[in-house]
């Protein structure tokens, strides 16, 4: 019988063409250093412009916003919305300050440093308070959010602005002294153009417009938006500005991180 001769059959290769992920993971195995370098400045560069024109973050020192705002809260602010608006950003969203509404600002008369308020009256408004309430235009506030006086933390000055003379208060700055007879009207202040009332939401622990005047228009940096850190802070820190304390707030929030953070707060909305 002839011999049957047999051949072996090759097998065959099947290709596929390559996916989006292919490709994007040859193209960064044949990045260079200096292209990787680039990309990272330009990351760099873009949150830098953020945090410099679009957003700020701070942290808050003191009791006079609380409960709204605590001792460490870290805060991330819109410095944008209510900004002066500008041409070559016609797209972003702009609009006056309204009342209720929680702006950090430069304290007048002190130009680096920052503070944290609520507007309670914007140009025209007329404004008194009567054993700590406030009368908004002839009208009794409702704030719920407002720590009330009573009578074992009466303060004359502070409780019934601007009835009392600052003569008889105590923290009055000399030039807003000197201001407030004029802009006295009957038994009200009278915001003028381009003014704003702030007060703190803590308003016995507060020093605020009532011991240092309005807050002029072009002072106001921007508002809050959420709490995106917060941690158990001492009143005290604020005043604790040497090196060495400082290094050892730090290193305490190293080693308290997971147990004296306020997970709670973390994305708080403020309003």
Not at 155 to 171: I, K, L, N, T, W
Not at 246 to 271: G, N, Y
Request: aromatic content about 12%.
């Amino acid at each position: 019988m002839p011999d049957l001769e047999t051949k072996s059959r090759e097998p065959e290769v099947v290709t596929s063409e390559p996916t989006p992920r292919d490709l994007e993971a040859e193209r960064k195995s044949d990045e260079t250093p200096l292209e990787a370098f680039a990309s990272i400045c330009g990351i760099l560069v873009i949150g830098l412009f953020a945090l410099t024109f679009i957003f700020q973050n701070f942290m808050i020192p003191s009791a006079s916003m609380e409960k709204t705002l605590l001792i460490g809260d870290h805060v991330l602010v819109d410095r944008i919305t209510l900004a002066p608006p500008a041409h070559w950003m016609p797209f972003v969203h702009y609009r006056n300050v309204h009342r209720g509404d929680i702006v950090v600002f430069f304290k007048p008369g002190y130009p680096d440093l920052y503070l944290v308020k609520r507007v309670i009256g914007i140009p025209g408004d007329r404004i008194h308070l009567r054993n700590g309430t406030v009368y908004l235009n002839g009208q009794p506030q409702n704030e719920p959010l407002a720590a009330k006086t009573d009578y074992s933390n009466y303060v004359a000055y502070r409780d019934d602005f601007p009835a009392v003379p600052p003569s008889e208060g105590q923290e009055v700055e000399p030039t807003w002294s000197a201001e407030l007879p004029s802009r006295i009207q009957g038994d009200d202040l009278v915001v003028p153009a381009d003014r704003y009332f702030c007060m703190g939401d803590n308003r016995p622990m507060s020093l605020d417009s009532r011991y240092w005047g309005f807050v002029p228009r072009e002072n106001i940096v921007g508002r809050p938006l959420f709490v995106y850190w917060s941690f158990v802070t001492s009143e005290a820190q604020e005043y604790k500005t040497s090196a060495a304390e400082r290094v050892s707030f730090m290193t305490h929030m190293v080693v308290h991180f997971f147990d004296q953070t306020r997970w709670d707060r973390t994305l708080h909305l403020i309003k």
